[in-house]
């Protein structure tokens, strides 16, 4: 009878390994294919844009020859519109944060409204347009200009940022906040001092990570408004623009091969600052991570 039991144990152990193995080898798989595309995908974008990343290409101004066309007012356009969006985002979104976490009640009012906060998070961005469109662009009269498109944005990241916030702030131990008030300190000082600090990476690092998003964004810009070629460079946030991913369709788009090729180093130039930005958000989070 042992030895019977011990053959069945012994069955159920082969039949869970090689069912590890299995997984293993599907997840390894899976893995490796999508190593591959991105591995194939940089390859053929490097490929066709190094030619074209020369100083001329950061200096000049689109144009309708491919030899002489440049990013130089879609960069800086991005660079007006991330001024606008950054600010407005995080300071929304880490209040709205701060509120939903500290200060709202525990009821289903407010339930409701953060289940309605994550769900926005996967909102496709093209009704973020529309919705900039109407209220921005037209009610407000601010038409395409840097304003309009920043709040569009702002508006499109905003719930990502509430939701990193969220948790960061909820993964500070509640015992923290119990010392703090334990020696006298008010809530918002023991928001402040003692909270804000310890949940800073994971804010920022969302907030990056949501900023990476937007600026590689086109549909809002589509829907509102923004050109694809300007020759100027904007004065201020009520000026007319571009930006690089609005650029990048329209060279895409045309038929001419040294376009396609102009597109790539477009791609490269917008590839490297995405790189930069979550580069910056892996250093804040190792740096300033507390461990409780």
């Known amino acids: 009878m042992r030895y019977i039991e011990e053959q069945s144990v012994m069955k159920k152990m082969n039949s869970r390994k090689i069912l590890n193995s299995v997984f293993k080898g599907i997840f390894f798989v899976a893995t490796l294919i999508a190593l591959l595309t991105l591995a194939v995908l940089f390859y053929r974008i490097l490929s066709q844009g190094l030619g074209y990343l020369t100083s001329d290409f950061f200096t000049n101004f689109a144009s309708r020859f491919p030899e002489k066309a440049g990013i130089k007012a879609a960069l800086i356009g991005s660079l007006w519109l991330m001024a606008v ?6 300071i929304l979104g880490v209040g ?16 409701f409204i953060r289940v309605n906060i994550s769900n926005l998070a996967g909102v496709p961005s093209v009704v973020f347009g529309l919705l900039g469109l109407t209220i921005f662009v037209r009610a407000l009269a601010l038409g395409n200009s840097i ?14 940022i509430i939701v990193a916030s969220q948790e960061a702030i909820r993964a500070v131990p509640s015992e923290v906040r119990q010392a703090s008030y334990g020696m006298g300190a008010t809530k918002w000082q023991t928001i402040l001092r003692v909270v804000l600090p310890s949940a800073i990476p994971g804010i920022l690092t969302g ?16 829907v509102i408004g923004v050109p694809v070629i ?14 690089l991913p609005m650029q990048i369709y329209d060279w895409a788009k045309r038929p001419q091969a040294d376009f396609q090729n102009v597109a790539s180093a477009g791609i490269i ?8 930005m979550n580069s910056v958000a892996v250093l804040i989070r190792n740096k300033f991570q507390k461990r409780y």
Do not use: H, W
């Open 85 to 90: 969006v950054a600010p407005v985002s995080m």
């Open 96 to 111: 709205s944060a701060i509120y939903l976490e500290e200060y709202a009640k525990k009821n289903r009012v407010n339930d």
């Open 147 to 160: 304003l309009a498109a920043g709040f569009t944005m702002s508006l499109l990241i905003l719930p990502v």
């Open 207 to 222: 907030s990056i990570l949501a900023l990476s998003r937007a600026i590689g964004e086109t549909a809002p810009l589509v």
């Open 230 to 243: 300007i020759q100027f460079l904007p004065a201020d946030v009520m000026d007319t623009f571009t930006a």
């Open 269 to 276: 130039v917008l590839m490297a600052v995405l790189l930069l």
